[in-house]
């Protein structure tokens, strides 16, 4: 099982450049979340989508989009890449309430 | 609103020894509270969940961390620890009265297994 797949693995963009992380899940599950890890704040949630068609902000959404484009999958887009949003993304997955948390493998990005 | 702290971002043990990491949450609501270790440049893996059913939780790995409502604490422990043990681990609780995905993560805390 693939489980929580995340592109790409390694990034590195100039400031100003614009950019998209996919995420895509495998597991039929409702609802996915993008969160941001830096070092020393533990991980913050960005946006979520309870299911599809859905999508809501999370503690940390200002510079970010984001699109459900599917049941599967949910981009994080990134406008215009800022020094600040360089960080190591994660995305997640859970069927339902109660449920376990699958987390992907993350994505380092780096904004020069 | 929920919040979560972990006491100390560097735990340092002797392979052998017992391994205690600590975590306090505040939450309004009965709480789900996680630990998940995370393995240099690698996600998450979950270790443990409590999810109300016994205050004394066994995960993966032979961690167990223990649910004291009346302090709190859901603190992780292993009684002898490992090399393969060192990683960061992070204790999280769901923000809200289910777990629906939206944690709270604490800021993390890096254990050091030294030989």
């Known amino acids: 099982n693939a489980g929580v797949t995340q592109t790409p693995k390694f990034q590195v963009l100039k400031t100003g450049q614009s950019m998209t992380l996919q995420c895509a899940q495998d597991?039929?599950?409702?609802?996915m979340y993008w969160y941001r890890q830096d070092p020393g704040m533990g991980l913050r949630l960005i946006y979520y989508?309870?299911?599809?068609?859905?999508?809501d902000k999370g503690e940390v959404p200002n510079g970010y989009n984001v699109s459900r484009l599917n049941k599967r999958e949910f981009s994080l887009r990134l406008e215009s890449a800022a020094p600040s949003q360089t960080s190591v993304y994660f995305c997640?997955?859970?069927?339902?309430?109660?449920?376990?948390?699958?987390f992907g493998e993350g994505s380092w990005l780096t904004v020069v | 609103a929920q919040s979560v702290t972990q006491l100390g971002s560097h735990v340092s043990v002797s392979e052998g020894a017992l391994v205690l990491l600590r975590c306090n949450y505040s939450?309004?609501?009965?709480?789900?509270l996680f630990w998940y270790v995370q393995y240099p440049n690698q996600g998450l893996q979950l270790l443990l969940k409590?999810?109300?059913?016994?205050?004394l939780v066994k995960g993966i790995n032979g961690f167990e961390a223990e649910f004291k409502k009346s302090e709190t604490s859901f603190h992780l422990t292993k009684p002898s620890a490992h090399m393969s043990d060192a990683a960061e681990y992070f204790c999280?609780?769901?923000?809200?009265?289910?777990?629906?995905?939206?944690?709270?993560f604490g800021q993390g805390t890096t254990l050091q297994v030294k030989p």
């Open positions: 989508s309870a299911s599809e068609g859905t999508t």
């Open positions: 997640a997955s859970i069927q339902r309430s109660g449920n376990t948390i699958y």
């Open positions: 597991m039929n599950h409702n609802s």
């Open positions: 939450s309004s609501v009965p709480p789900y």
């Open positions: 409590y999810t109300s059913a016994a205050t």
């Open positions: 999280a609780v769901s923000d809200g009265s289910s777990n629906t995905g939206k944690l709270i």
